[in-house]
């Protein structure tokens, strides 16, 4: 297995935001954390790379126990986080950003250069020398996309790809995810947009006021009509 997450609990201050929180993620897989907005899924993503700190429970990553390793740590072992807000240098170019996030190759992992990224993201590849402050928003996306997987991570975790994109950029964005699915990678997605959760996802967890309510695979999910309504619907 190559992410475990049990019983994880986090707090912001007096606040109790996650319960138990409870997840796994194979080699190669595509899982998904689905949920309303303010369910728990960012919280769940920072609380696995430790940037929570008021946070307990038991996160084992490629069999190593990382629960109370700092995040520089965490990500020097191979897992990725690409944050919501995307966190771009936007004065540096595109060719500097993917340098600042540059780690060395890991046994067994997939390499990632510039040049592979631009054919990932062709988008990209036409605006090397371009400030990441002067970038749509999809691009932005793609770019903080590019930058995590220049650490040569073995697992990434991406909150809301696709939350404010144009549907062409999403659907670029479910290729490019399919792709580095292929590449070996093991993603989870924290999302709200269930279809594009469906194109690229083997199974799924839904979250909802902090506590898991389903897991299972997608097929499991599409055939639970009642779970879908009663923990996505808007």
Do not use: C
Request: charged share 20%; hydrophobic share 40%.
């Amino acid at each position: 297995m190559k992410l475990q997450v049990s019983n994880l609990n986090s707090h912001y201050g007096p606040a109790h935001i996650l319960y138990d929180v409870g997840l796994e993620v194979g080699a190669g897989e595509v899982v998904a954390l689905l949920g309303r907005n303010g369910a728990g899924k960012s919280t769940t993503f920072r609380s696995i790379v430790g940037l929570v700190p008021q946070r307990a429970g038991t996160v084992v990553f490629d069999g190593e126990d990382v629960s109370t390793l700092p995040t520089y740590e965490i990500v020097r072992r191979g897992l990725g986080y690409v944050p919501e807000d995307r966190r771009i240098f936007n004065q540096l170019t595109v060719e500097e950003n993917f340098m600042v996030g540059r780690q060395a190759p890991r046994a067994g992992v997939a390499t990632w250069s510039p040049e592979q990224l631009y054919v990932l993201f062709p988008n990209l590849g036409e605006m090397r020398k371009r400030p990441g402050g002067q970038m749509s928003g999809g691009e932005q996306q793609m770019l903080t996309i590019g930058r995590t997987l220049m650490g040569n991570p073995s697992l990434v975790l991406l909150d809301e790809p696709s939350e404010g994109l144009a549907p062409k950029i999403v659907e670029q964005m479910a290729d490019a995810i399919l792709t580095m699915k292929k590449q070996g990678l093991s993603i989870v997605i924290s999302e709200q947009n269930l279809h594009f959760a469906k194109l690229i996802s083997d199974r799924a967890y839904i979250i909802e006021k902090g506590r898991i309510r389903f897991s299972g695979t997608m097929a499991d999910l599409e055939a639970n009509p009642e779970i879908r309504d009663a923990y996505l619907a808007v």
